[in-house]
């Protein structure tokens, strides 16, 4: 596992590519040891029937949509949206969302701990129970530079941020996705920092954008798009929203997530979507939307400045927007 975790500047390319393309290529250098641990294990039958059964919570959707987030462009087509994703648990191409359907998305039970009055667990049915649902339409800009637009359902963060009751020492949160290689058969690549992990800081957490999403396009969520609940924080690149939650763990000290602990030169903590600043390996300056042959100008904060520029006051130190 430590041969696979070179850094960038060791590679001898520095062309720009997606990091999925750039992830194969270390595959290929992983070598033998790593083709071992990829080999399939068969899933059994009955985990098999376990994926297929009807999500319960068909009859909540849809909700009602929030008039204040608006689009400056076309919502991107569902099927496109359901069908190329980026999912690493499932393969580091594109085209994961039948892998995904291996899922098993209930009982699914999600974890509140860390800096907490009292660490608790619950049902993602009872938590449903407790969140108040909206629609929410949302821009997504992947660090790869494609960009997509997406009618969120769900709640915001804030709620569960409520309910969770940090402590006063608490001043960042850690998301932790599943953690099963039985059915997920990226997590059996060993030279990964699995379980994937993100993190924001309690202010970003509570601000008015951070969305915990359960549904798309007036439907549960798709297991390719992270059911049954995944974040989304449109101002910062993709990567960031992380899917197929398990675990929210509040810390005092600044959480490493999967993509930072992979390649930290190129994918920070902070990630906050800037024309200005490239990727080592590529420039932002436009992002193409996905299913269009349209590009368009990326926009700080993608667009989202009003809502979250004042978080990031006074701190120039700061990688801001890597
Ligand atoms: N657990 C997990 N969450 C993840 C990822 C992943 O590989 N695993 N990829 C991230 C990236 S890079 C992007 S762009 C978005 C993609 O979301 P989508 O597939 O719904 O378009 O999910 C993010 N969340
Ligand atoms: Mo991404």
């Known amino acids: 596992m430590h041969v696979i975790h070179r850094r960038g500047w060791e590679l001898p390319e520095r ?35 376990r994926a297929d059964l009807p999500d319960p919570t068909a009859s909540l959707y849809p ?37 995904a359907r291996a899922l098993i998305i209930r009982p699914w039970t999600i974890k509140l701990d860390g800096l907490v009055d009292k660490p608790m667990e619950i049902g993602i049915d009872d938590l449903l129970k407790r969140m ?43 998301m932790q996705t599943f953690l099963d290689a039985s059915v997920a058969s990226g997590q059996r690549q060993v030279w990964y920092p699995w379980p994937y992990t993100e993190g924001l800081t309690l202010a970003e957490a509570t601000n008015d954008l951070a969305f915990l999403v359960t549904g798309a396009y007036g439907k549960p969520l798709p297991k390719s798009m992270g059911a049954p609940l995944r974040l989304a924080v ?10 197929s939650i398990v675990r929210f763990s509040f810390t005092a000290e600044r959480p490493r997530g999967f993509w930072e602990r992979l390649q930290g030169s190129e994918y920070g903590f902070w990630a906050n979507v800037n024309p200005e600043v490239p990727h080592p390996r590529w420039s932002q300056a436009s992002e193409s939307l996905l299913g269009t042959d349209e590009r368009r100008p990326t926009q700080l904060f993608n667009g989202y400045g009003e809502y979250v520029a004042q978080l990031y006051k006074g701190l120039d130190g700061e990688r801001l927007w890597v």
Request: hydrophobic share 40%.
């Open 132 to 174: 108040p649902l909206e629609e929410r339409l949302y821009r997504h800009r992947c660090v790869e530079a494609w960009a997509m637009a997406v009618p969120w359902s769900g709640f915001p963060l804030a709620k569960l941020v409520e309910l969770a009751k940090p402590l006063s020492s608490a001043r960042y949160l850690q």
């Open 234 to 243: 449109p101002w910062k690149y993709g990567f960031k929203s992380i899917k």
């Open 63 to 99: 909700v009602k949509r929030n008039a204040k987030f608006v689009l400056d462009r076309p919502i991107t087509d569902e099927t496109i949206n359901t069908t190329y994703n980026n999912f690493y648990e499932f393969g580091s191409s594109k085209t994961i969302s039948r892998a």
């Open 15 to 49: 062309e720009a590519t997606p990091e999925n393309l750039f992830f194969s290529r270390r595959t290929l250098l992983a070598g033998a040891g790593a083709a071992a641990a990829a080999a399939l294990i068969p899933g059994s039958a009955a985990a098999q029937r």
